[in-house]
């Protein structure tokens, strides 16, 4: 089983910067994948950034530049630096750990960007 714990959401003014913090616990294979996503009531859960072991990268175009994922292997945590914040960043962001055909979620933390 695999948890993962989330930090580091808040209120911050537009413009504004925050850093996600997610760290994982378990068993793990070697090869995973982990990620951020978001999800406001009115819109389906969207990828906004992952990183693979090895560093690959990935975004979401309404993010690409402003936002910056990172991961630190041994402790098996990834990060997500977010600068320049809008208010349409709102959202509650759940870190995502995908390896193999089993996916992890935790438990989300609320980002709210104020105008």
């Known amino acids: 089983q695999v948890k993962l714990v989330e930090s580091g959401g808040g209120l911050v003014q537009a413009g504004g910067s925050l850093r996600l913090s997610c760290g994982a616990s378990g068993r793990f294979y070697n090869r995973y994948e982990m990620g951020w996503y978001r999800q406001t009531p009115r819109k389906q859960r969207e990828l906004v950034a992952t990183i693979t072991r090895v560093g690959t990268t990935n975004y979401a175009d309404s993010v690409e530049g402003r936002f910056t994922i990172s991961g630190d292997n041994a402790k098996n945590t990834v990060y997500l630096q977010m600068d320049s914040l809008k208010p349409e960043d709102t959202s509650v962001y759940y870190c995502?750990?995908?390896?193999?055909?089993?996916?992890?979620w935790g438990q989300g933390t609320q980002v709210t960007v104020s105008s």
């Open positions: 995502k750990l995908a390896m193999g055909p089993d996916v992890y």
